[in-house]
């Protein structure tokens, strides 16, 4: 086996977030503090995902960086032993709560976006539940 380091290749790196919230839901700062914290640590993209909320990713505010639009949908609590969080990338409009992860990643991709499984290990996510799942992009490996 030959292992190639990613860093050895001359390529452009982006700085970013795709999850990130605001007092919207369960962050501590507004929309316009994040925004400005990020633009000012010259990151080059950021997503305001808040939870059960829509930004559209239009900021007047954000200089130079690129706001892409998400969300922070979730798992109905009822119906699952346990909830968790899919955040949604690009997405075109609201999704609401679904009965199961999978129905989110689908209607994420319905509403044109991307699915990131958000945080699996922070919510305790079982490794069936977490294997089941299709048509994801990404997990969070940290948050």
Request: with cysteine; net charge negative.
């Amino acid at each position: 086996m030959k292992i190639v380091s990613p860093y050895t290749n001359p390529q452009t790196w982006l700085k970013g977030n795709f999850h990130t919230h605001t007092t919207a839901s369960d962050g501590k700062s507004t929309l316009e503090e994040v925004v400005g914290l990020y633009r000012d640590d010259n990151y080059d993209f950021l997503s305001i995902t808040d939870h059960r909320r829509l930004h559209d990713g239009k900021c007047d505010f954000a200089g130079k960086m690129l706001m892409i639009p998400g969300q922070e949908c979730h798992i109905a609590r009822e119906v699952e032993e346990f909830e968790y969080h899919v955040v949604g990338l690009g997405v075109t409009r609201q999704v609401e709560d679904q009965t199961t992860g999978q129905a989110i990643i689908d209607a994420i991709v319905a509403a044109g976006g991307i699915a990131i499984v958000a945080h699996p290990r922070w919510s305790y996510m079982p490794y069936e539940t977490f294997n089941a799942l299709t048509g994801y992009a990404a997990f969070e490996v940290l948050n």
